[in-house]
């Protein structure tokens, strides 16, 4: 068949066929382009051009090939879906990625119908789930922010309870193993607190947790958090603080806050730096800020970082943990102890996150 005579009739098939997906491929609900399984995409609709960056006048002069938009890694899974369509005349869906105009990678779905056997046109389905991806490592690190939120309480309790064991064996005082017994019930309230935010995230989107407020020394609250986490965290923490600070606020709620904010001090600095932890006061608020010597947070990413789920690409530098759930929920006890969690942040010196709350 003369060649001239094959492209006009491919043309008038995708023309013909590409009718039957008019309302679809008008739509732009999803990517939809014709393809003669020789490397050229001969026609897309916006959404597919969208989706992976190029103009129509790429597609029109022949820059847009399959070739250019699928990494290397598919070529096997590519070949082998294609034998499917030539069997078949479609295929399953699957996933695979395609590279974007300006090199990302972009995860897809993708489907193919083929139009016709002797000329080998088919039509191909791309839908962009980009967004069902990253839900789907959201709720990956939302298991391992589990661990990570509850890995200091558990800590304490396992150093306590050795301590009470040890003192039981040794005949220490009444006094000794009540106290070590005591802290052990404080850490399993935490523990409580913990348990019930992450499993109830969506309430501070949807509602009002209601908090037992009451005058506390958040002087003496952020000492506390600083000698449990000295004990088990291996690294300096300097705490600078001497005058009394009483807010109106929930003390247990506060320490979760403080917790968060030295752990990921700890976390996001490089090894054998400071943590710096101060309380202090004005004519308003009592304030506690948090600082750390580490690589400092971008201003675009200070603009997000309480947001959740959210977490900086640079994050696991020094450790692989978090997901980004831990400031979300210090963010929201904060605001609603009508206060406010800030922070302040110079790339390559560090970062400081300041709670401020209310005078009691």
Not at 286 to 311: A, L, M, T
Not at 318 to 336: N, Q
Not at 340 to 351: N, P
Request: one cysteine or more; proline letters at 2%.
């Amino acid at each position: 068949m003369p060649l001239q005579l094959k492209e006009d009739m491919i043309a008038k098939l995708i023309e013909e066929s590409l009718f039957k997906y008019q309302a679809l491929f008008d739509s732009n609900m999803i990517g939809i382009a014709s393809t003669d399984f020789q490397d050229r995409i001969l026609k897309a609709n916006d959404a597919f051009l969208a989706m992976i960056g190029y103009t129509r006048e790429d597609l029109e002069n022949g820059k847009l090939r399959w070739s250019t938009i699928t990494p290397k890694q598919y070529d096997d899974a590519d070949a082998q879906k294609i034998t499917e369509l030539s069997q078949h005349k479609r295929i399953v869906p699957f996933e695979k990625e395609y590279i974007h105009k300006d090199g990302h990678t972009v995860p897809v779905l993708v489907g193919a119908e083929l139009l016709d056997e002797a000329l080998s046109v088919g039509v191909c389905f791309a839908l962009d789930i980009s967004e069902l991806k990253e839900l789907e490592q959201k709720k990956d690190d939302f298991i391992g922010t589990v661990s990570h939120e509850l890995k200091t309480p558990l800590s304490v309790m396992k150093l306590y309870s050795d301590f009470l064991r040890n003192s039981i064996e040794q005949g220490a005082s009444k006094e000794e193993m009540i106290e070590s017994a005591r802290e052990i019930s404080a850490q399993v309230d935490k523990l409580s607190i913990l348990i019930t935010d992450l499993l109830n995230m969506a309430r501070y989107q949807t509602s009002e947790p209601q908090f037992a407020l009451s005058a506390i020394n958040l002087l003496e609250c952020a000492k506390e958090v600083v000698n449990e986490l000295s004990l088990v965290s291996e690294r300096s923490i300097v705490f600078q603080g001497e005058r009394a600070v009483y807010v109106t606020g929930n003390q247990a709620r506060l320490s979760q806050v403080i917790t968060n904010l030295v752990n990921n001090a700890c976390k996001y600095s490089a090894p054998g730096t400071d943590i710096i932890v101060r309380v202090h006061k004005d004519d308003k608020n009592g304030y506690v800020q948090v600082q750390d010597f580490g690589k400092g947070i971008s201003p675009e990413n200070q603009e997000k970082i309480f947001e959740r789920y959210y977490r900086i690409d640079h994050a696991n530098d020094y450790d692989d943990e978090g997901a980004g759930i831990g400031l979300y929920i210090s963010y929201e006890i904060v605001k609603r102890h009508g206060g406010r969690l800030s922070v302040e942040s110079d790339l390559g010196k560090g970062s400081t996150f300041t709670v401020s709350i209310p005078l009691a």
